[in-house]
C-alpha cells in the first residue's frame, strides 16, 4: 500500500496494491495491520456506512462533537470530490481543506482523522461511497458547516448548482461552528 500525505499531513490517501489480469481484479481494501504500518495509525474502525447519490449531490460538511469520527473513505462506483477541512482550533491548519478524486477505478481511499469536517460532491451520474468509522453516529453530536462558506472557500468542482439535503442547506458558518481545540 502507498501512502501519501497532503497539504495537511494528517490526511492521507492511500492507494492499494491491485492485482489485474484479464480476469479482472483483486485487492485488499482494509488491513489493520498493513493500515497501521502505512499511517502509523493504530485505529478500530465500529461502523461501515454506504451511501449511493446522483450527479451534483453534494454531502457535508458533516462531523460529530463529543463522539468525533476518524473516517476511511473508498469510491466503489462513480467518482466523487471528496473534501476534508480540519476545525482543530489548537493546528496549524485550522481552517483549511485539502480535496481528492475518489474513483472506483484509481480505487484510492483518503483517510480523515477526527477533528475534521467531511463532505464529498459526486461527479459521475451515480456514486456509490463506501466508508468506515471510529465511532458510532451520534444524531446528538452531529454537526453541520456550511459547503459554500465564504471563509473556506472551497473550490467543489462543480459546474451546477449542487443538490443538498435539508440539513446540508442549513449548515452553519466556519465561524460560527462548533470546533475542536
Known sequence: ??????????????????????????????NARIFEEATGLKCTFVQDN??????HVLRGLHYQVGKPQGKLVRVISGEIFDVAVDIRRSSSTFGQWVGIHLTAENKKQLWIPEGFAHGFI?????????YKTTEYYSPADERCIAWDDKSLN????CDAAPTLSMKDAKGMSFQDAEVFD
Open 50 to 55: 454506504q451511501s449511493r447519490s446522483v450527479q
Open 122 to 130: 459526486t461527479l459521475s451520474e451515480t456514486a456509490e461511497v463506501l
Open 1 to 30: 500500500m502507498i501512502t501519501i500525505k497532503l497539504t495537511i499531513p494528517d490526511v492521507i490517501v492511500l492507494e492499494p496494491k491491485v492485482f489485474g489480469d484479464t480476469r479482472g481484479f483483486f485487492f485488499e481494501s482494509f
Open 154 to 157: 472551497i473550490q467543489w468542482l
